[in-house]
């Protein structure tokens, strides 16, 4: 495919996510301003981050940092990394190097992994959201709901790390719009004990509306944006 052709489907898609995104801000009685876009760029090429910037998205969400990496050092329009995926700790040194905000904080360990890896190699912190499990289910990450207090206030006293609020993923066997009810509960409650932390990242491309209606400050969206591929080799 061309790059005028993909980049005038991207654009095309880009449209109506974000009528998508308004028509949800507007049923809210939200500001749209008020929510980021997040194109999760897993799985596509370097050449598709490109075509988002020059249409003006700037924030981009990698899960895994095999593939991240080399495509944060390919890229060279200003956008934000968003690490949105599980990550061991060994892989703490590789994401501070390009990403600006680490989504998928659910432990003290991986805390303290990110700011010691900070601390040598980078000279800005580095944002955090803490990943939130919203049914308690251990097998899928997140810390649950009763443990939220503690690791903030954890994750606050570490140097190099800014703690910004929260992110979930609305389990296959609870509605979306229950399990973001339930975020946005956990979020104002560290939003209380943790004024700045005040993001919440929720919603994808089939559930992006309820996650709107339920507070959601920054939405992750990759098939509705780029479209159905196969995955990088």
């Not at 596509?44 to 495509?71: C, F, I, W």
């Not at 432990?107 to 990110?114: C, G, P």
Request: hydrophobic share 45%; net charge neutral; charged share 20%.
């Amino acid at each position: 495919m061309g790059r005028t052709v993909r980049r005038d489907e991207i654009a095309g898609n880009l449209t109506a996510v974000r009528a998508r995104i308004d028509a949800a801000c507007a049923a809210a009685g939200r500001d749209g301003a008020g929510v980021t876009l997040i194109a999760v760029t897993k799985t596509y090429p370097a050449s598709d981050v490109d075509h988002l910037a020059a249409l003006g998205v700037t924030d981009m969400g990698e899960n895994r940092d095999q593939e991240a990496a080399p495509k944060a050092a390919a890229v060279t329009a200003p956008v934000r990394w968003h690490y949105i995926g599980q990550l061991q700790r060994n892989k703490a040194r590789s994401v501070v190097g390009y990403a600006d905000v680490v989504h998928s904080v659910d432990s003290l360990r991986l805390a303290e992994a990110l700011g010691t890896a900070v601390s040598k190699l980078r000279d800005r912190p580095l944002e955090v959201l803490m990943q939130i499990s919203i049914d308690g289910d251990p097998h899928r990450g997140g810390v649950p709901a009763d443990g939220v207090a503690a690791l903030a206030d954890s994750i606050a006293a570490l140097p190099g790390l800014v703690l910004r609020g929260v992110m979930a993923v609305a389990p296959q066997d609870l509605a979306p719009e229950d399990a973001f009810a339930r975020l946005a509960g956990v979020a104002a409650r560290l939003r209380a004990e943790h004024p700045g932390a005040d993001l919440i990242s929720a919603g994808m491309s089939g559930d992006l509306e309820a996650a709107i209606a339920h507070g959601a400050t920054h939405v992750r969206v990759g098939g509705a944006l780029l479209g159905m591929r196969a995955p990088l080799r």
